[in-house]
C-alpha cells in the first residue's frame, strides 16, 4: 500500500500532467448540472454534452420538465443508456425540488441523495463542482486508479475508496483531486491501455510493476 509520502508525490504529478482539470460536463447551473450527472451513469460526458445542449435550451426549470409527457422527455435523451427510467428520474426529481427545495438544487449532500436518481457520487459531483464544498466523489476512473496505484485495495468499495482518499488527501484538495484522478484514469491510465510505459508514477503502482514483471510494459533502456 501507499504510504503518505508517495501517495503526495502521486497527487503532485497529476498536479503537474493535469493542472486544468475540470468537470467535463457542460452546463451553466447547480440544477443543471444535477441533471447532466444523473445522464452521466453508465454514459460517458462526451455523449451526454452532445444532448445536453438542445435539452437545456428546452427545459430551463424544473417545471419545465413537467410540462411535457415523459414519452417526450424519453425521446429527448433517447441516444443516452438507460433513458427510460433516467426520464422518470428526472420528473421526479423536478417535481421534488420544486415540492420540498423552493424550486432550487439543495447545497447539502445529504439533501442531494434524497432527490431521485441522485446517489453519492451525483451528489458529490454537484456540491464540489456547483457549490464549492469540500467533496470527493468516486467513479470508475477514480476507484480503478487508487487501486491499482495501491492506495485502495481491491476489495474497497467505492464508500471505503472515498474515505481512504479523503483520509489521505488535504481536505483543501479533495476537489481538485477528484478532477486529477478522473483526468488520469481517462486520458492516461485508461481502463484497456494504460500508459505504463511513459507513467511517471510506474516505480510506485502496483498494478504497473505487476505488469512489468509479467513481460507486458516494454521500458526503453535509457
Sequence with gaps: ML???????????????????HCELVHSNPFELTI????????TDVLV???????????????????????ELQNDIRSIGLFRNKAKNIQALSRMVIEQFDGEIPANRDLLTTLPGVGRKTANVVVSVAFDIPALA????????????GLCRWKDSVLQVEETIMKK????????????????????????????????????????????NKGLVLIDPI
Excluded at 3 to 21: H, I, N, V
Excluded at 36 to 43: E, G, K, M, P
Excluded at 57 to 69: E, F, I, R
Design 36 to 43: 447532466a450527472t444523473l445522464l452521466s451513469a453508465q454514459c
Design 169 to 212: 488527501t488535504p481536505m483543501d484538495k479533495w476537489s481538485r483531486t477528484h478532477h486529477q484522478l478522473i483526468f488520469f484514469g481517462r486520458y492516461h491510465c485508461k481502463a484497456q491501455n494504460p500508459q505504463c510505459p511513459v507513467c511517471p508514477l510506474l516505480p510506485l503502482c502496483r498494478e504497473g510493476k505487476k505488469r512489468v
Design 138 to 149: 468516486v467513479d470508475t476512473h477514480v476507484e480503478r486508479v487508487s487501486k491499482r496505484l
Design 3 to 21: 504510504t503518505k509520502g508517495q501517495w503526495e508525490y502521486c497527487l503532485s504529478e497529476m498536479d503537474r500532467m493535469f493542472p486544468d482539470a
Design 49 to 71: 454534452n452532445k444532448v445536453t445542449p438542445g435539452l437545456f435550451a428546452k427545459y430551463q426549470t424544473p417545471q419545465d420538465y413537467l410540462n411535457v409527457p415523459i414519452e
